[in-house]
């Protein structure tokens, strides 16, 4: 699995943007989105019953990001149609403000790293991507536990100060010195 310090592989996948008939579609890859922050998360498939917790919760903070100037990619190895079917099947997901992309071949989720070795789905894998395309935190849970989205945001605030933040450290609070 890559880790802090790698880069974030190349890749072009087609993501569900949008609902609107005839939009509904797009290339999303790894430069789509120069200068910024990425959250890239992974989940094991689509139509379950963790899976939309996660996917409605970052969908939620998605200002929160924004505001921190990064943007979030949601993906799993679901095609682009069944990611469309599900966003117009379920309440939760219709409104989603960040691209679902579409691993189906599962080029993104082998080079990352984050392939269930038994069940060949993603894992729930989180991975917080600088600006420059590195990878700066990385986050798995099993795929019976979902993610803490608040905790992302959190992560991604620390790593934005460049400093040295303690245990339990959240925006706004001191940060240590090196000396």
Known sequence: MLTVGDRLPHFALTAVTSLEPGHEFATVGDASYPDKW??????PMDFTFICPTEIASFGKKNADFADRDTQVLGLSIDSHFVHLAWRNSHLDLRDLPFPML???KRELTSALGIL???????LRATFIVDPLGVIRHVSVND???GRNVDETL??????QT???CPCNWKKGESTLSGS
């Open 38 to 43: 990425l959250v890239l998360f992974a989940w």
């Open 162 to 164: 460049d400093e040295l």
């Open 116 to 122: 269930h070795k038994v069940d060949g789905v993603a």
């Open 154 to 159: 959190r992560v991604l605030d620390a790593l």
């Open 102 to 104: 579409a691993d189906i």
């Open 143 to 145: 795929l019976s536990v």
